[in-house]
């Protein structure tokens, strides 16, 4: 007799319905990896009666929360509703009644993942959420499996398709912000509110889910510097293409000794980084190892089929688990609590635009007090201005730690030859 | 009382020194991770008095292969002396006294690595080799695992640093083939004899392993059209620039209905396309999954603690297994054996480099050639040349059949206006 392992999927959106399809299309293959057959029981929709792209009997579906959570047939419930409201009592509920979860529910992960991990162990069950992060790329389990003997030193992150494709279109035709959201949102990359992503929100979350991982501490979303990219001028990404810097919105996590820095921001990333070359919706996952050195993941970073195939590839982990009897371990091992880097720990070199006035003196000026405060320049560029006898600096740092960098930033903010600090972005990458 | 799991090293080259280091260094989180001590029991050298990077009681060191193969302590062997003779008899040997084994020797795997997963299985051990494709990057189990619910339609790497090393270096400082070999070899980047890697071979034993995870085919190294890079021309690289193209040496791997076609050449790759921007000694092997899309991993091909790394992470894998009791289960499933596809399945576009004779009509009857044949061109350019009134033609077809470029070729060469035909690449990527 056939081994079968039910199956029941909260929400038949796009995510649900690519599910079914994949359970059905590759029946066979699946139960060769496996050796069970993966059997979908119920599907907790809000309307039967719904047209639907999937074909399953409308037996299957269900209004009725409970005829999922409770139901003694299925092993492994898949939240694909999305939110943090209903999802929160659903997969609360769901390991109360010991069965398996697996999301792709990155805001209530990054918001609830330590606590709902717990309930996971004490209740001996799998929580698994591979799509929480960079779609169909498999970079958590990367992360905890493939480089699971290193131990990481960085993870930095395009892990908003969104911002990536506004940021692309504005650096690749000089269109502004608002039209290059525009244009997303007509494509579809961009969602009718687009708040979370252009915000960094969307991004802050899943940084909390890649630090936890890496570095096997709590980071709360608070914890977070986050900087969306809605201030990003054309002007700056025209002087980044002369300097060789391409702006992103990247989500980093570093450790430096016991403490940890989680940001995100824009930032200008050296075009001899690999990250500089992540254009348009993709995503990609860059890790940095003691011993691996770097690495990156590269991929779609949302969709219905990519977010889909990384549900899968947790179901089947599951699965598999269920089968050795050694489901309820998969939460990563927090060692600490997160202790944040103080700023004089956080070096990076930075990019600062300035408005200064065009006379005699100012440039020796500016010299003289980074000269003061030791800090040095790989780059400055002075620019005339047509108007208002204005000169524009942009300035580039050599390695320097955050707190110098406030500091001078302060300072110069003081100047009288200082107009204006118009934009400040750190750099990742070597600059040539 | 701590469980224990016993390693036996079979070479304390760098990478066997890695090996021991990152066990040494990592040692409590290896433990928190496993649940047991990994313990080094024994470790096979050809010399126990030469100096050596890594500290070891000498007690641990032999010259006797025995003392690691038939030694009751060790449950993991772990095979870096590299080579296809005396590791074939080691590992045998080692599975044959039920001794899991990992390995990173690439050219063992692609060779025997069928006949070594079917020892394996009948044993009940595991065999893995993560470290014997992309160095570092874990990309093996990114196949097995993260993409396991996904019908893999396409792999192609950059899986060769030296080769990635040289063409970068001619691409990006307009050297010659021989200049930036030595450059290579200089730094380190190519062997003493860098035959393996430059005409193809060390490329295409790697294929022979994704092939077969991504495919679930044993692909024979005889089935994989193999074509070095000793024969490019800074001619074409300058064109490849003209028209958007970067050449690489890819390895790839695509299915056309049950048939698979497997190569390893020079290719010119869209600059829109990922691989295109992987650069230097740097790895990356991209997928296309029906489902996922593209996903793309990168990272450090080769270097000792990359290595290493990926060594540790299949040994973690293998501790666990054994705690779990499931070892022998670590062969792909093998559905058939490969069957090539025929030139008419085989798709692509071309870059052809001509020299004419630079009179009236040359230009119109190949174009006619070409309409006669049913192919058209996305890009011709026409340069007369300074000698012998002869001109260079640069053609870029569309997308066409193997067994329709073939015979246009062979016709090219038959008609009078065409003095040679100097190149050819396939092209890989959208051109713009």
Redesign the interface.
Known sequence: MDRKIGIGILGLGVVGS?IIH?IKE?KE??Y??IGSNLSIERVLVQDIEKDRNVTLPKKLLTTNPDDVLKNPDIDIVIEVIGGTDDAYIFIEEALNNRKHVVTANKDLIALYGSELHDLAEQQGCDLFY?ASVGG???VL??LT???????IQEVMGIINGTTNYILTKMDEEGVPFEEALQDAQKLGFAEADPTADIKGLDAARKMAILARLAFHMNVALDDIETRGITNISLTDLEYGKQLGLTMKLIGMAKTHNDTVEVSVQPTFIAN?H?L????NE?NAVYVK????????????GA?S??T???I??D???VAKNIQ?G?TGKSGP?IERSARLSPPHLRTSSFYIRLHVHDRVGSFAHISQLFQDMDMSFKRIVQTPMKKQQTAEIILVTHQTSLESFTNAMNKLQQMDVVKSIESYYQIEGETV
């Open positions: 690519g994949i590759n293959m699946l060769k990896k591979e169909g790329i498999p389990r990367g499996d493939g480089l699971v003997s290193d131990e001899v690999p500089s070359a992540v254009k993709y190892g003691k011993a691996v050195g770097e690495t990156m993941f590269y991929g779609p969709g089929l990519p889909a195939t990384a899968m590839a179901v089947i982990h050795l050694i091992i």
